[in-house]
């Protein structure tokens, strides 16, 4: 889906499907990334992490890949199930130094699961 | 959940009060942050405590302040509630040791009227 003003991101898929969700991040100083799932009514969930000096980590069920030359992240849900429909955020933050834990987070991307 | 309780969960409030928002925790991390969450803005960092009485300022702190008096408690205080303040609050925290993954509380709904 497009983002259109105030308008998250959409992506709506078949149960049993592959997603993927993406995000651009933005500062390439960054060095720590974060996906976090958000159910309506409750707070972030953490999904997975991943360091700059990795470009893929695996989870059950989830694939985090990062690409740091043009500064792109990306979320892979395996075998997509309707528990996992949720607005899903990418996070980023530079450790270390008075910048630790301060996460600047993207937008969100809806995800819709179709039993 | 990750042991982070905020309260109160609701609450409805009149332009010009106080109130204050509280977060508690059984993990004794060090960290502990308030973000606020808006359509169009995601989740911003109002403030965050790097340990007892130790708070520093995030990206959106006018309006708002902090106190941490013992390592499991963080309260956000509006000082004189505006209608731009009607938001969702998110109470986090993190461990420093073995990274700095955050996690959040169940957040707080403030309407202000």
């Known amino acids: 889906g497009e983002s259109v003003g105030l308008h998250l991101p959409t992506l709506s898929v078949q149960e049993g499907d592959n997603s993927i969700i993406n995000c651009a991040y933005s500062?390439?100083?960054?060095?720590?990334f974060i996906w976090y799932k958000q159910e309506s009514g409750k707070g972030p969930q953490f999904i997975i992490d991943?360091?700059?000096?990795?470009d893929k980590r695996q989870g059950q069920r989830v694939t985090v890949l990062l690409n740091k030359t043009v500064k792109h992240l990306s979320l892979q849900i395996a075998a997509t199930q309707p528990g996992d429909s949720a607005v899903y955020f990418c996070?980023?933050?530079?450790?270390?130094?008075?910048?630790?834990?301060?996460?600047?987070f993207g937008q969100g991307t809806i995800l819709t699961v179709h039993p | 959940d990750a042991g982070i309780t905020q309260s109160p969960r609701h609450k409805v409030t009149e332009t010009g009060t106080p109130v204050t928002l509280r977060c508690h925790q059984t993990?004794?991390?060090?960290?502990m942050y308030w973000y606020r969450q808006d359509p169009g803005h995601g989740l911003r960092l109002i403030h965050y405590?790097?340990?007892?009485?130790?708070?520093d300022k995030g990206e959106v702190s006018d309006g708002y302040s902090v106190s941490r008096s013992k390592t499991e408690d963080f309260l956000l205080t509006l000082e004189s509630a505006t209608s731009s303040q009607t938001s969702v609050y998110f109470c986090?925290?993190?461990?420093?040791?073995?990274?700095?993954?955050?996690?959040f509380g169940e957040g707080s709904w403030l309407t202000v009227v």
């Open positions: 986090a925290i993190s461990e420093r040791t073995g990274g700095n993954t955050i996690y």
């Open positions: 500062n390439s100083a960054s060095d720590y």
């Open positions: 991943i360091r700059s000096n990795m």
């Open positions: 996070a980023e933050n530079i450790q270390g130094g008075t910048s630790y834990g301060k996460l600047t």
């Open positions: 993990e004794n991390h060090r960290y």
């Open positions: 405590s790097y340990g007892v009485k130790d708070t």
